[in-house]
T-cell receptor, first 116, second 115 residues
């Protein structure tokens, strides 16, 4: 079974600074997708960024980028120029590439605080 | 595109009662997922549908839980004889079609509290 581990329950960053959230996962599959989701307080979860395992190039979405290390099974999220609106729970998630197992497997999350 | 809608937002009930939640996915999304999220944890998969067919159920979905999607549009999740451990946020998500690259769009969730 696949597992996703987020070892940082809480992180804090000052506005305009850069922060990196860590995620490791365990799988025997060679093809899969990895995601970062953001869940603001009392609001719905939204997709931040995704990475295909077969792509070597790290995904980037504006201020958000990932560092994907397939051999190490590591998938960290870097937020640049942090803004107050980035404060939220961040979940790392894994999804199998093929077959009918279409579910997302989530980590336990990292709560990000953004300070002035 | 109005997003995934879940009702009710909050449900408080006594232990032993039955509860039913509803999820309306984004129009034309043929995949619908249910997840459960307890405090301090990430969402855990419960079940998913492709159109009206229920394709996978987690072992978390005990026989007290039943989910339906009768016409391939909205879905309901029923919990019978609720227990304290059922207290959680129940999240619904939908995606346009099959494919691991397809993003799942989440609703606001239904928070269930068992007294």
């Amino acid at each position: 079974a696949q597992t996703v581990t987020q070892s940082q329950p809480e992180m804090s960053v000052q506005e305009a600074e850069t922060v990196t959230l860590s995620c490791t996962y365990d799988t025997s599959e060679s093809d899969y997708y990895l995601f970062w989701y953001k869940q603001p307080p009392s609001r719905q979860m939204i997709l931040v960024i995704r990475q295909e395992a077969y792509k070597q190039q790290n995904a980037t979405e504006n201020r958000f980028s990932v560092n994907f290390q397939k051999a190490a099974k590591s998938f960290s999220l870097k937020i640049s120029d942090s803004q107050l609106g980035d404060a939220a729970m961040y979940f790392c998630a894994y999804r199998k590439y093929t077959g009918t197992a279409s579910k997302l497997t989530f980590g336990t999350g990292t709560r990000l605080q953004v300070t002035l | 595109d109005t997003g995934v809608s879940q009702n009710p937002r909050h449900k408080i009930t006594k232990r032993g009662q039955n509860v039913t939640f509803r999820c309306d996915p984004i129009s034309e999304h043929n995949r619908l997922y249910w997840y459960r999220q307890t405090l301090g944890q990430g969402p855990e998969f419960l079940t998913y549908f492709q159109n009206e067919a229920q394709l996978e159920k987690s072992r978390l979905l005990s026989d007290r839980f039943s989910a339906e999607r009768p016409k391939g549009s909205f879905s309901t999740l029923e919990i019978q004889r609720t227990e304290q451990g059922d207290s959680a946020m129940y999240l619904c998500a939908s995606s346009l079609r099959e494919g691991a690259d397809q993003p799942q769009h989440f609703g606001d969730g239904t928070r269930l509290s068992i007294l």
